[in-house]
């Protein structure tokens, strides 16, 4: 059975860091693009980051650059989301999502593309 399980969320200070982590089983992640995305309450889930199948080639919203880093760990079969200096803004719940496709240098921020899901982990950054 293939299956993505998120970990690593919680409750945070503003200005405070949460590592997340995205696990594979019964498949392997460095075949398939991987995007992490995010949905607050009353709002449209929405792409915040993503990595391709080559790892040079990384993809940011505008309101987490410089903030979040995304990474690989293959022989762990993980991909990470580095958050820091959280904002309240950014409380939702996290999902990754795997991507398959045959370009090694694609990866995408829209959601219907994608063909696995986690079942998401809540962040929440207080002020």
């Known amino acids: 059975q293939l299956q993505l399980v998120e970990s690593g969320g919680g409750l945070v200070q503003s200005g405070g860091s949460l590592r997340l982590s995205c696990a594979a089983s019964g498949f392997t992640l460095n075949y398939y693009a991987i995007g992490w995305f995010r949905q607050a309450p009353g709002k449209e889930r929405e792409g915040i980051s993503c990595?391709?199948?080559?790892?040079?080639?990384?993809y940011y919203l505008e309101s987490v650059k410089g903030r979040f880093t995304i990474s690989r760990d293959n022989a762990k079969n993980t991909v990470s989301l580095q958050m820091n200096s959280l904002k309240p803004e950014d409380t939702a719940v996290y999902y990754c999502?795997?991507?398959?496709?045959?370009?090694?240098?694609?990866?995408?921020?829209?959601?219907?593309?994608?063909?696995?899901w986690g079942q998401g982990t809540q962040v929440t950054v207080s002020s």
């Open positions: 999502a795997a991507l398959k496709t045959p370009t090694y240098y694609y990866c995408s921020g829209a959601a219907d593309e994608y063909d696995y």
């Open positions: 990595i391709t199948l080559s790892d040079d080639s990384t």
